[in-house]
């Protein structure tokens, strides 16, 4: 059965992309779960961070669903209804206020890809292979999603993959800066879980104010609106966790927040 599966424990959540038969493919249903799954989280107090990985070892996602191409993404209604709901998977870790993962094995090709470049966060395992196969399929590629490579990647490294529809692996998407970190497979999951732990504890206000800055400030924002960036800031400096911080660094403890 293909599905998108939640699960918390502590302060981070997990979303799983669960289709091993098509190596985690997407389909419509799964893309339109996928913001039910990171608002769920987002409202959860409890959940600090939040990771997406694919279920088993072979596939983070291996792109959309293509059996349903022909059915829902050829004729104009369909194809319009699909990528609505392709666009509001890739804007709901961009628009998440906490932190976003992506926790990468095995293949991340095409939609694939294209969500984990819309994560703020991408750690990978060595065997990984990344692929942009738009070109192959004659289609046009969001001009949003194209921006948001190019604030990953540049111009040039974005033409390259593009172009050149080519598989590559960690070791180029190192070099590009997609990805923080290329870790052995069976070290993965230890230390993503270590890293986001280790963000976990940290003031939830100071790092959804971070977020909103950085989104704000991003090359696809035209009209740069401070607003809400300085709005989240102040919001640091008028809660509690501002108090506790300041308190635990003087008391050489770690500091407790609640996230007020």
């Known amino acids: 059965m293909a599905e998108v599966i939640t699960r ?19 389909n419509y249903d799964m893309w339109k779960a996928i913001p039910r799954a990171i608002e769920e989280f987002t409202a ?13 070892e072979k596939a983070f996602v291996s792109g959309a669903d293509i059996s349903q191409f022909e059915s829902q993404r050829t004729e104009k209604n369909a194809r319009d209804q699909f990528g609505e709901a392709v666009e509001a998977g890739y804007l709901a870790p961009v ?4 932190p976003v993962i992506a926790k990468i094995r095995g293949i991340c090709m095409g939609g694939g890809l294209g969500l984990a470049a ?7 395992s060595t065997d990984v292979r990344f692929r942009m196969p738009a070109a192959r399929l004659g289609l046009g590629y969001n001009a949003t999603g194209v921006q948001r490579f190019m604030s990953i990647l540049g111009v040039q490294n974005t033409y390259d993959i593009f172009f050149s529809a ?9 070099r590009m800066g997609l990805v923080l970190k290329a870790v052995a497979p069976e070290d993965l999951d230890a230390v993503v879980a270590e890293y986001a732990q280790n963000m976990a504890i940290n003031a939830p206000l100071t790092m959804k104010a971070l977020k909103t800055t950085v989104n704000t400030l991003l090359p696809d924002h035209r009209q740069r609106d401070l607003t809400a960036a300085n709005s989240a800031i102040q919001a640091c400096f008028d809660s509690a966790d501002y108090k506790e911080g300041a308190k635990a660094f003087m008391e050489k403890r770690t500091p407790r927040f609640t996230g007020a």
Do not use: H, M, Q
């Open 95 to 98: 628009r998440c206020p906490k």
């Open 118 to 124: 819309a994560c703020d966060l991408r750690i990978c």
């Open 166 to 174: 080519r598989i590559f692996g960690a070791e180029d998407a190192l």
């Open 44 to 56: 959860d107090p409890e959940v600090r961070v939040i990771v997406l990985e694919g279920d088993g």
């Open 8 to 26: 918390r424990e502590g302060g981070i959540g997990t979303v799983v992309f669960s289709n091993p038969a098509k190596y985690n493919a997407l």
